[in-house]
């Protein structure tokens, strides 16, 4: 079965960096654009990164652009986004999702990890 699994969270300071993985297995993992999310206790989850089933593009929420990047492994199934100048304005659950269609935009995802808490401390 589909299963995506966030790892690499925890606690840094502000300015700080800190790399999340997401390992995927499952499906055909270089057919599938892959998204993270983050969610803060009591707000809507939202939009983060997502980079295609190519590799080729990606797209970011305007709150990461320059600070954030997200790069993939088709190889070793994996999808990392890398957080640098870390803000407390960070500080979410972070969730990597997986595009429900094949070859997809990325604008529907269907199969999420349990998530990975990132804490950013001032």
């Known amino acids: 079965q589909v299963q995506l699994v966030e790892s690499g969270g925890g606690l840094v300071q502000a300015g700080g960096s800190l790399r999340l993985s997401c390992a995927a297995s499952g499906f055909t993992f270089s057919t599938y654009t892959v998204g993270w999310f983050r969610q803060v206790l009591g707000k809507e989850r939202e939009f983060v990164a997502a980079?295609?089933?190519?590799?080729?593009?990606?797209t970011y929420a305007d709150s990461v652009k320059g600070r954030f990047t997200i790069v993939r492994d088709n190889a070793k199934k994996t999808v990392y986004l890398q957080i640098n100048s870390a803000k407390p304005e960070d500080t979410a659950v972070y969730y990597c999702?997986?595009?429900?269609?094949?070859?997809?935009?990325?604008?529907?995802?269907?199969?999420w990890g349990q998530g990975t808490q990132v804490t950013v401390s001032s």
């Open positions: 980079i295609s089933w190519s590799g080729g593009s990606t």
């Open positions: 999702a997986r595009d429900r269609t094949y070859r997809g935009r990325g604008v529907n995802y269907d199969y």
